[in-house]
């Protein structure tokens, strides 16, 4: 079995930073591209920011100099450092990647349970 397994949210003031991390655990032979999502209440779910395997970006336009993606392949884990926080940026944020659990096996989609970030005065 696999999990994606969240920490990092929390309660944040405006301006303010938080590190997002996301861990791939059990049989792993091979990950591919890993991102981030987020849902807001009433909102549909968006991708935030996603990295491939080979360390290439890309991002959702309101938050392009302010989040940074980044993977430690060798711990499987996922990282989203977030900066200059905006009370627009509260929401439940995900993690979301694609596992081939041994060589030759199917790719196998999977989600993070959610952390939730509220960024408030």
């Known amino acids: 079995q696999v999990q994606l397994v969240e920490s990092g949210g929390g309660l944040v003031q405006p301006g303010g930073s938080l590190r997002l991390s996301c861990a791939a655990a059990?049989?792993?032979?091979?990950?591919?591209?890993m991102a981030w999502y987020r849902q807001a209440p009433g909102k549909q779910r968006e991708l935030v920011a996603r990295?491939?395997?080979?360390?290439?970006?890309n991002y959702l336009d309101s938050v392009k100099g302010r989040f940074t993606v980044s993977r430690d392949n060798a711990k499987n884990t996922v990282y989203l450092q977030m900066n200059s926080l905006k009370p627009e940026d509260t929401a439940v944020y995900y993690c979301?990647?694609?596992?081939?659990?041994?060589?030759?096996?199917?790719?196998?989609?999977?989600w993070g349970q959610g952390t939730q970030v509220t960024v408030s005065s």
């Open positions: 979301n990647t694609n596992i081939m659990q041994y060589n030759g096996g199917a790719w196998l989609n999977y």
């Open positions: 990295i491939t395997s080979g360390g290439s970006t």
């Open positions: 059990g049989s792993i032979f091979s990950i591919s591209a």
